[in-house]
């Protein structure tokens, strides 16, 4: 399976032009199997109460706006179900829903959100992966569920825009804990984040790949749009 992980920069609240960006990245990867991008990357990550139920959306609204990308995508947007709101990751190919990956562990800011309760697992290219979402990362029992599948690969969409000396304090100690994780479980760990400033913000990402020798074997540059690819 080949794995190109995105790093992207952040739209806040135009699903068109986030669409946009997926179908460009789709045209510069076109070996790619699988494409790899941020934590809530369609609608934007902000989690207040008024962009989440703005823009929150179920999965059937968007799909057929991709049914023309070859490679299965891993994305993530904000999730409208019923009356809640889910920090969710849809696998897709084709135009068509595989499933999707609820994020279990919520930061306190994100209280809109309502967790997820499973960890599902994908086969693709006769690789099977499964999805934690940036600070899923921070629980071994997260990464621990996805393994239990039966998984050679962890997929970690992730949206690090944090106030500039926080980014900084960061940046790498990031894939200190994926490491760990990768150390627990012998999986593959792939990371896609955004990059570029908002306000006081940056996002340096780190958009890469972690081996099962926790060997980093591919990245994106912190302040570059581009892809991180993997062959697993």
């Not at 500039?164 to 479980?185: G, M, P, S």
Request: glycine letters at 10%.
């Amino acid at each position: 399976m080949r794995v190109a992980a995105c790093q992207t920069p952040e739209i806040l609240g135009d699903v068109d032009a986030a669409v946009g960006v997926v179908l460009d990245f789709a045209s510069q990867a076109p070996d790619a199997d699988l494409l790899l991008f941020p934590e809530c990357f369609l609608q934007g990550y902000l989690v207040t109460d008024q962009h989440v139920r703005e823009h929150a959306l179920e999965p059937a609204e968007v799909l057929d706006r991709l049914g023309a990308v070859r490679p299965m995508l891993v994305l993530g947007i904000i999730e409208r179900s019923g009356d809640r709101f889910h920090n969710t990751a849809l696998v897709i190919a084709g135009g068509r829903l595989l499933g999707a990956y609820r994020k279990r562990f919520l930061t306190a800011g994100e209280s809109v959100f309502t967790a997820g309760d499973s960890a599902p697992v994908f086969d693709c290219a006769g690789v099977r992966f499964g999805i934690n979402i940036c600070y899923d990362a921070q629980f071994p029992e997260a990464a621990a569920a996805v393994a239990a599948g039966g998984a050679q690969v962890l997929l970690l969409p992730a949206q690090n825009m944090m106030p500039r000396d926080k980014a900084l304090w960061w940046q790498d100690r990031h894939n200190e804990i994926r490491r760990r994780r990768v150390q627990e479980t012998g999986m593959w760990l792939i990371s896609a984040d955004v990059t570029g400033n908002r306000d006081d913000r940056l996002a340096l990402g780190p958009t890469c790949a972690i081996n099962p020798a926790g060997q980093v074997v591919a990245r994106v540059p912190p302040g570059t749009i581009g892809m991180a690819v993997a062959d697993i």
